[in-house]
């Protein structure tokens, strides 16, 4: 691409205020996705391309995110060498404004990378606070940012073992979603990690007194539509003695989303997507980090040589081969 790049970046949102992850539909005046605020905060940068983001994972209204990741391409005038990094992380920041959406990362990639594709492997956290009979009676930073439940214990031992049942690859059709690619998307998925374990508050330290919180983490290269929360729900019910494990293991066999009992789901707002692996991450932070000495050794370059009174010494350039 002359004078572009592509950019893979990473960012986080509250998920309450936008339609989800994704573009939303036009007939949805006023009510957006996180995606059409990105793209609004490239637009600002005055590409010369028409700007599309390619979102890793597409969560649902209200679910949170502390990393999410896409790629773009962003193509600049003749004149203009395309933004580093570091420079385009704070101009985007900074064109978002108030809204509660904000870039951590990014790194420039090959043309042919895909950040929905490419992703090895995708990492939710669900955060339940226990013996809150109200959302008032949670500190203001927890408010829409997890599930508050009247009871006072759950049965871990329960969920654990019902959550171990969820490991593996199997087909997850009775943890599925009605939606319009329900009949296209494969119900096969290998679920890597199911965890139940203590959580805390995000200011527990500060808050008058100590409110128990879980966390039941999920890993997989990727999850069908709600999955992740319904899976939560049927561990909550086994948690709190609605299920029993044979019971949450007959709905897991049965492969049918009708099997899954009503009015158990998880809300959206404890749900946080927590990481969005690549092969590449790793690859690309170094890399990063061998073009930032690079750029280093070239500026203490131009600067011996602008000085008459030091030396004129060759600097050996340090390449980057992306491996």
Request: glycine share 6%; hydrophobic share 40%.
């Amino acid at each position: 691409m002359h004078n572009g790049a592509r950019y893979l970046i990473f960012f986080q949102y509250i998920g309450k205020k936008y339609r989800g992850a994704v573009k939303a539909p036009s007939n949805q005046l006023g009510w957006k996705g996180v995606q059409d605020h990105l793209e609004d905060a490239i637009g600002k940068l005055k590409p010369l391309n028409t700007v599309s983001l390619s979102v890793s994972s597409r969560t649902d209204t209200g679910v949170n995110a502390l990393s999410n990741s896409a790629h773009f391409d962003l193509q600049r005038r003749k004149d203009k060498p395309p933004f580093t990094a570091e420079i385009l992380v704070e101009a985007l920041n900074f064109n978002l404004g108030a809204e509660q959406i904000r870039i951590t990362r990014a790194h420039r990639v090959p043309d042919d990378f895909h950040a929905r594709f490419r992703a090895q492997s995708r990492t939710y956290v669900y955060r339940i606070a226990l013996g809150i009979s109200h959302n008032s009676k949670l500190p203001l930073t927890e408010s829409d940012l997890c599930w508050n439940l009247r009871d006072k214990k759950l049965d871990v031992g329960a969920m654990r073992e019902a959550a171990a049942l969820l490991v593996g690859t199997q087909d997850f059709s009775s943890f599925r979603a009605v939606s319009s690619d329900i009949h296209i998307i494969s119900p096969l998925k290998t679920l890597d990690v199911a965890t139940v374990e203590p959580g805390s508050s995000f200011v527990s330290a500060h808050f008058h007194r100590e409110i128990p919180f879980w966390e039941l983490t999920f890993t997989a290269r990727s999850f069908l539509y709600k999955q992740v929360r319904r899976m939560t729900g049927a561990l909550v019910a086994v948690g709190r003695g609605q299920l029993s494990v044979p019971q949450l293991q007959g709905i897991l066999e049965a492969r049918d989303s009708l099997s899954y009992p009503r009015g158990i789901v998880a809300p959206a707002r404890g749900l946080f997507l927590t990481r969005v692996d690549y092969k590449e991450t790793a690859d690309l932070l170094k890399c990063s980090w061998i073009r930032l000495r690079m750029f280093m050794l070239i500026l203490l370059s131009t600067m011996l040589m602008a000085n008459p009174l030091l030396p004129n010494r060759p600097v050996r350039p340090i390449l980057c081969s992306g491996r």
